[in-house]
């Protein structure tokens, strides 16, 4: 064996330590960095001599810098990201409603059993001015209570239909994404950790929002579909969504072709935060909605039925005490007072005689309607109830979407733990793996030194 071949030996030690030290140092360094994938130096034995004395060690090679990756872990992180994303937005907007429904904040049984506890105090003096002006304020109080959730829920699901909008675009911007790492992927031949690590995060936030399937090709690009198999990303080339005004007044999602053919997908996302947003605007929050608007059309139908049978203080008949719509489903948005009894409370009938200005019938009727059996949104059902069901049925749907949210929270933890048991760096193993190295090259400088002086023994033996 020459002292060439030692010096080769130490050229390679040095080379191979220098270049694990780089990759443990780029390691180190992305510790903290969002979605950085850990990479790995492999050493191996170069390929040995054969001499006459048999095979002889060759050195050390570098073999390849491995990207630490697991597939299926991160496809299991993806699918678990998808249904806890799903249910933060359920716990989110659950968890508003729940704050907008609630009796602290907004008194509505309260000012439901004071309205009727108003008739009730009529019904013992009808001449009582003080009464029946108690008998305008409570309405108005009752009214504005209505129009006031009406108008919240309204406005809640205005916002839930712009999200709605807001995510389609943030999809199209990861897509456009994914299709532009797919072709410096191809165009770098494949397997860079860096562009991997982009496009892992990429699939997790997409996944994030909708159900999705997806797979690499041979020249490692990915190929997204959704759910059904409608091609989201085809090697470079991006299939966008569209968000656009339905007839209904609604932004409804629609696959967008290469060729430009637009197919609603709407009720094809069954998972994912998109799905969660247009679940709630399409159907959680109108639930609700309805129950206002049918709490409304029944207090207004009932009082006006018994008060447009009595008289008011001037012998007048035939007049409501609430306002009247014949616009279905608007009936909580305008609930006030009429016009009549919000100019005069002479208005106020009652008493069920013209001739008897001091009769309670009319009063008293209205009273019994705090506890009366009647019909809401076609059950039947006390007012107190019904409010009642409102906010148990808010409550439990909250304290569901909660539960369920921190079960997949939970899910999703315990898988980023396997995730990163493979990809994440740790830093005492990398700084461990930094003295190894180190001594490592240092032992290789040393043996260069060696070869050295050997060759420098043998100039001087020759001279």
């Given at each position: 064996?020459?002292?060439?071949?030692?010096?080769?030996?130490?050229?390679?030690?040095?080379?191979?330590?220098?270049?694990?030290?780089?990759?443990?140092?780029?390691?180190?360094?992305?510790?903290?960095?969002?979605?950085?994938?850990?990479?790995?130096?492999?050493?191996?034995?170069?390929?040995?001599?054969?001499?006459?004395?048999?095979?002889?060690?060759?050195?050390?090679?570098?073999?390849?810098?491995?990207?630490?990756?697991?597939?299926?872990?991160?496809?299991?992180?993806?699918?678990?990201?998808?249904s806890s994303e799903e249910w933060q937005v359920y716990e989110s907007y659950f968890s508003r409603m729940e704050s907008i429904l609630d009796e602290d904040n907004t008194n509505l049984t309260a000012s439901i059993t004071g309205f009727y506890n108003a008739w009730e105090t009529l019904s013992t003096d009808t001449t009582s001015s003080t009464a029946r002006s108690a008998v305008v304020t409570t309405a108005e109080n009752m009214c504005q209570v209505i129009r006031s959730l009406y108008k919240e829920l309204v406005s809640l699901r205005v916002e839930l239909d712009d999200q709605v909008a807001q995510t389609v675009n943030e999809v199209n911007d990861i897509l456009n994404s994914i299709a532009e790492i797919n072709d410096l992927t191809y165009r770098s031949g494949g397997d860079d950790a860096t562009l991997l690590a982009k496009r892992t995060e990429l699939v997790k936030e997409l996944s994030g929002i909708m159900d999705i399937q997806y797979f690499e090709d041979s020249n490692g690009g990915l190929t997204v579909m959704t759910s059904d198999g409608k091609l989201l990303v085809d090697r470079t080339i991006a299939n966008s969504l569209s968000a656009e005004k339905s007839d209904e007044g609604v932004y409804r999602v629609s696959w967008v072709s290469a060729s430009g053919t637009e197919v609603d997908i709407t009720e094809d996302i069954r998972a994912g935060s998109l799905k969660g947003l247009i679940d709630l605007r399409d159907n959680q929050v109108p639930a609700f909605i309805e129950d206002i608007n049918n709490l409304a059309e029944s207090l207004a139908n009932e009082v006006n039925s018994i008060h447009g049978t009595g008289y008011?203080?001037?012998?007048?008949?035939?007049?409501?005490?609430?306002?009247?719509?014949?616009?279905?489903?608007?009936?909580?948005?305008?609930?006030?007072?009429?016009?009549?009894?919000?100019?005069?409370?002479?208005?106020?009938?009652?008493?069920?005689?013209?001739?008897?200005?001091?009769?309670?019938?009319?009063?008293?009727?209205?009273?019994?309607?705090?506890?009366?059996?009647?019909?809401?949104?076609?059950?039947?059902?006390?007012?107190?109830?019904?409010?009642?069901?409102?906010?148990?049925?808010?409550?439990?749907?909250?304290?569901?979407?909660?539960?369920?949210?921190?079960?997949?929270?939970?899910?999703?933890?315990?898988?980023?733990?396997?995730?990163?048991s493979v990809s994440a760096v740790s830093t005492d193993e990398e700084m461990i793996n930094l003295v190894k190295f180190q001594y490592a090259y240092q032992a290789a400088s040393q043996l260069l030194t060696t070869a050295e002086e050997l060759i420098s023994s043998l100039m001087e033996a020759l001279r």
């Amino acid at each position: 064996m020459s002292i060439t071949s030692v010096l080769n030996i130490a050229k390679s030690a040095i080379f191979a330590q220098q270049t694990a030290i780089t990759v443990a140092s780029n390691n180190v360094a992305n510790a903290n960095t969002a979605g950085y994938i850990r990479q790995e130096a492999v050493l191996s034995e170069s390929a040995s001599t054969q001499t006459g004395y048999g095979l002889l060690g060759n050195g050390v090679t570098v073999t390849k810098i491995a990207i630490c990756y697991d597939r299926y872990l991160e496809a299991s992180l993806a699918e678990e990201n998808c249904s806890s994303e799903e249910w933060q937005v359920y716990e989110s907007y659950f968890s508003r409603m729940e704050s907008i429904l609630d009796e602290d904040n907004t008194n509505l049984t309260a000012s439901i059993t004071g309205f009727y506890n108003a008739w009730e105090t009529l019904s013992t003096d009808t001449t009582s001015s003080t009464a029946r002006s108690a008998v305008v304020t409570t309405a108005e109080n009752m009214c504005q209570v209505i129009r006031s959730l009406y108008k919240e829920l309204v406005s809640l699901r205005v916002e839930l239909d712009d999200q709605v909008a807001q995510t389609v675009n943030e999809v199209n911007d990861i897509l456009n994404s994914i299709a532009e790492i797919n072709d410096l992927t191809y165009r770098s031949g494949g397997d860079d950790a860096t562009l991997l690590a982009k496009r892992t995060e990429l699939v997790k936030e997409l996944s994030g929002i909708m159900d999705i399937q997806y797979f690499e090709d041979s020249n490692g690009g990915l190929t997204v579909m959704t759910s059904d198999g409608k091609l989201l990303v085809d090697r470079t080339i991006a299939n966008s969504l569209s968000a656009e005004k339905s007839d209904e007044g609604v932004y409804r999602v629609s696959w967008v072709s290469a060729s430009g053919t637009e197919v609603d997908i709407t009720e094809d996302i069954r998972a994912g935060s998109l799905k969660g947003l247009i679940d709630l605007r399409d159907n959680q929050v109108p639930a609700f909605i309805e129950d206002i608007n049918n709490l409304a059309e029944s207090l207004a139908n009932e009082v006006n039925s018994i008060h447009g049978t009595g008289y008011t203080a001037t012998g007048v008949t035939g007049i409501n005490f609430f306002q009247v719509t014949t616009v279905t489903g608007d009936y909580a948005a305008i609930m006030d007072i009429s016009d009549e009894v919000a100019a005069s409370l002479d208005y106020v009938a009652a008493t069920s005689s013209a001739g008897n200005t001091s009769g309670n019938e009319i009063a008293l009727a209205i009273a019994a309607l705090s506890s009366a059996s009647v019909t809401v949104g076609g059950r039947s059902a006390t007012y107190v109830d019904h409010c009642t069901s409102i906010l148990g049925k808010i409550g439990a749907l909250s304290e569901n979407a909660q539960n369920l949210s921190e079960y997949h929270q939970a899910l999703l933890s315990t898988v980023e733990t396997q995730r990163d048991s493979v990809s994440a760096v740790s830093t005492d193993e990398e700084m461990i793996n930094l003295v190894k190295f180190q001594y490592a090259y240092q032992a290789a400088s040393q043996l260069l030194t060696t070869a050295e002086e050997l060759i420098s023994s043998l100039m001087e033996a020759l001279r």
